[in-house]
């Protein structure tokens, strides 16, 4: 828990120094989509599976949050559903830190990764950036949360690992395609209809002639 905690302090004043302010504030309705879509974030995750009262499972929907907003703002959201979700139902405080780690920046460090590899094709179709990153970006969030978590808990000695992957990892595994499902509906409805709210959408590569 300390690990998880320091880490998670010290990823927030990253965070927190180099995010772009300035840009964001420039657009007023991308503040408030931030702040609909990280309220939106605590209400989701309200709606959990537990499991011997270790586990939650729940849809991350952190892909959709780091295409609308960019990988910093996006963790920043993460952070403010997470203690919006907290003050509506309280769990241990000492497991905060591991909360942010496996909830908000596992996820969206395998987004990252699914759009540095979108950025890689060659194809400069929009259902590339929209199927690509969304849905199987989603898809990729979940596994590197799945394999950072048993990375923990194999380190530290914390849970059984054989446990863990016989009795609880058929549950993320049906996690997958709702995972991508609903945070690929969300980047093709708002790239489709408000293009320029999605920070990490290039209208240029994927809709010009060229």
Known sequence: MWFS??????IMLLIVLFAPWRAFFSVSQRVLLWLFY?????????LEVKVADVFSVHLSMMTAAVFLFGF????????????AHQLVSPFMWDVLG???LLTVVMP???????LKIVA????NNLFVFILGGGFFGAILSVLVTVASGLALFGIFNAWSLTVVIKDHLW???????????INGAIVSTTTVLW?????TYDDHRYLDDS
């Open 98 to 100: 591991l909360n942010f």
């Open 195 to 199: 293009p320029h709210l999605v920070k």
């Open 72 to 83: 910093r703002l996006a963790i920043l959201a993460g952070v403010f559903g997470l203690f």
């Open 108 to 114: 969206a460090v395998g987004t990252y990764i699914a």
């Open 5 to 10: 905690t320091i880490s998670a302090c010290l």
């Open 120 to 123: 890689l094709v060659p194809i």
């Open 171 to 181: 549950l993320y595994g049906m996690s997958l395609f709702p995972e991508g499902f």
């Open 38 to 46: 990280a309220f939106s974030l605590a209400s989701v995750w309200l």
